[in-house]
Each structure stands twice: as structure tokens, then as C-alpha cells.
T-cell receptor, first 117, second 111 residues
Framework: DAGVIQSPRHEVTEMGQEVTLRCKPI?????LFWYRQTMMRGLELLIY????????DSGMPEDRFSAKMPNASFSTLKIQPSEPRDSAVYFC???????????????FGQGTRLTVV | RKEVEQDPGPFNVPEGATVAFNCTYS??????FFWYRQDCRKEPKLLMS???SGNEDGRFTAQLNRASQYISLLIRDSKLSDSATYLC????????????FGDGTTLTVKP
């Protein structure tokens, strides 16, 4: 397996523009996570899905952020409109639920480095 | 209080030193625990899982103390290549599947 695949790797956009980040989880994994990492705030969980259903979106900073998972092999994180404070590295990760509800470790994609100017 | 708290660091140690990191978690019902390593400008990667009985992988030893709700990572005979940020990770209970990451502790091993 190629691991978790994210695109694009880098994105530079102007304030006010829409940004869409993409993620392909590891085949067979039933959990998908979106994280944001900055120097100031560390690694923050934005939202996660189980079997394509959003379970917890309490980490989504505001209504400008939305995430979808239309099928088991694809998810998007959209920011509309983008602002300079959204500049960060956005990671997608996936994991597998084991017996008893315990998950395997999360496998991360290489991240999307977003810069909003 | 954060759900997962780590030593703030940074830790600067000479090659060959032994260094220990601690991590505390607030949810007593947490089920699984991990240490991840993150190199500069890279994604976090699993270093090792942490079991109740403690586990060792070469120079690395992880311990879990459920009563006190803390996790530790010990690195012996540290190498230059151990320089990275180490993240403590706690997974939720039931079927939540939610991983909560600590802020990480940065280790720099110097010649």
C-alpha cells in the first residue's frame, strides 16, 4: 500500500480564496482524521470520520472549514474563504478499528503546507 | 487542563546520554497509548506502542502507569539520529477512535 496520500503538498493562495485539500486513506482503514499543525498550537484534531460518517467535528475552527468523505477512499477539507491565520500544515491520517473498539496507530500522510497571503 | 501534557523541553543532550520523557493524560478511561516521532517538516510516525506491562524496542523503553495516568519514554545511548520531536498519543475509550496528541518534546542530540 502507498500509505495515506495527500494533495497538494504545497498550496499558496490569496486571502479570500477557496482552498480544497484532498486525502486518500489507506485501503481498509475505517477511521480518517484531519489535523492541523502550527508552531503555536501544535497538532490539533479538526474532525474525524468513521466509515465515512463524521463523528466529531468539534475541532473545526469555524464555519469557513468543512470536510466531506463521500466514499471510503477519499476525503476533502475545504476552507472558504481562506485567511492568513489558516496558514499551517494540514495532515490527514487513517487508522483501523480493532476488536473491542481500540484503534491501531494512526498513519499520516505527508501533509499539505498551506500558506495564505 | 490539556487532555495530554508533555514535558515542554527542549532537551539538548550529548551522544550516548540517556534521556527520559514523561506524559500525563486526563481521561482515566483511555484505552491505548503510543509514542510518535516527528522529524522536522515531516509527518508524525509511530515510534512504539505503550503497553501496561511496559515494552522495550532496542534502545527505547516505554512505560505506562495507569494509576497515575502517565506514560514515559526512555532513550538509552542516544544517537544524533534520535534528534526529533516526540509526541505522546492517547486514544479514547469505547469506539471513539479519537487520538489526542501532546504538544511534543523536542530532543536534540549533539556530538
Amino acid at each position: 500500500d502507498a500509505g495515506v496520500i495527500q494533495s497538494p503538498r504545497h498550496e499558496v493562495t490569496e486571502m479570500g480564496q477557496e482552498v480544497t485539500l484532498r486525502c486518500k486513506p489507506i485501503s481498509g482503514h475505517d477511521y480518517l482524521f484531519w489535523y492541523r499543525q502550527t508552531m503555536m498550537r501544535g497538532l490539533e484534531l479538526l474532525i474525524y470520520f468513521n466509515n465515512n460518517v463524521p463523528i466529531d467535528d468539534s475541532g473545526m475552527p469555524e464555519d469557513r472549514f468543512s470536510a466531506k468523505m463521500p466514499n471510503a477512499s477519499f476525503s476533502t477539507l475545504k476552507i472558504q474563504p481562506s485567511e492568513p491565520r489558516d496558514s499551517a500544515v494540514y495532515f490527514c491520517a487513517s487508522s483501523l478499528a480493532l476488536y473491542g473498539g481500540i484503534n491501531t496507530e494512526a498513519f499520516f500522510g505527508q501533509g499539505t503546507r498551506l500558506t495564505v497571503v | 487542563r490539556k487532555e495530554v501534557e508533555q514535558d515542554p523541553g527542549p532537551f539538548n543532550v550529548p551522544e550516548g546520554a540517556t534521556v527520559a520523557f514523561n506524559c500525563t493524560y486526563s481521561n482515566s478511561a483511555s484505552q491505548s497509548f503510543f509514542w510518535y516521532r516527528q522529524d522536522c517538516r515531516k509527518e508524525p510516525k509511530l515510534l512504539m506502542s505503550v503497553y501496561s506491562s511496559g515494552n522495550e524496542d532496542g534502545r527505547f523503553t516505554a512505560q505506562l502507569n495507569r494509576a497515575s495516568q502517565y506514560i514515559s519514554l526512555l532513550i538509552r545511548d542516544s544517537k544524533l539520529s534520535d534528534s526529533a520531536t516526540y509526541l505522546c498519543v492517547v486514544n479514547g475509550n469505547t469506539n471513539a477512535g479519537k487520538s489526542t496528541f501532546g504538544d511534543g518534546t523536542t530532543l536534540t542530540v549533539k556530538p
